[in-house]
Nanobody, 124 residues
Framework: QVQLVESGGGLVQAGGSLRLSCAAS????????MAWFRQAPGKEREFVSG????????SYADSVKGRFTISRDNAKNTVYLQMNSLKPEDTAVYYC?????????????????WGQGTQVTVSS
C-alpha cells in the first residue's frame, strides 16, 4: 500500500511563497507519475503539476507556469511543490497523487493513490 502525506500548507499574503511536501511510503517509485492537484470550493479538482519519478520530466498547468516548480528527492521519497508569487486564486486544498502505471497525465481519475490534502489560503 502506498501512502502519501502532504504538508506545508498555510496562510500567506498575495505575492508570497510556500513549499508543499508530499512524503511517499513505498519500496520504489520507479515508473510512477507523481502529481499535485488542487480543489477550491465549488470548483472541480484540477491538475497543477506532475513529475515522472524516473527521469524527472515535469509538466504544469498554464495558470501556474513560471510561478510553481515541482521536484522530487529520491533519497527522501518526497515530492515538493515550490509556489512563488501566490495569488488569491491559488487558494485551494492541494492534494498529492500517484499513478503506479506511469501513464497518467492531467486527469484525476488516472491516479491510484491520494493524500489527505493540505489547505493553502492566499489573502489579498
Amino acid at each position: 500500500q502506498v501512502q502519501l502525506v502532504e504538508s506545508g500548507g498555510g496562510l500567506v499574503q498575495a505575492g508570497g511563497s510556500l513549499r508543499l511536501s508530499c512524503a511517499a511510503s513505498g519500496r520504489t517509485f520507479s515508473g510512477y507519475v507523481m502529481a499535485w492537484f488542487r480543489q477550491a470550493p465549488g470548483k472541480e479538482r484540477e491538475f497543477v503539476s506532475g513529475i515522472r519519478w524516473s527521469g524527472g520530466s515535469t509538466s504544469y498547468a498554464d495558470s501556474v507556469k513560471g510561478r510553481f516548480t515541482i521536484s522530487r528527492d529520491n533519497a527522501k521519497n518526497t515530492v515538493y511543490l515550490q509556489m512563488n508569487s501566490l495569488k488569491p486564486e491559488d487558494t485551494a486544498v492541494y492534494y498529492c497523487a500517484a499513478d503506479r502505471s506511469g501513464t497518467a497525465r492531467r486527469e484525476s481519475r488516472g491516479y491510484d493513490y491520494w493524500g489527505q490534502g493540505t489547505q493553502v489560503t492566499v489573502s489579498s
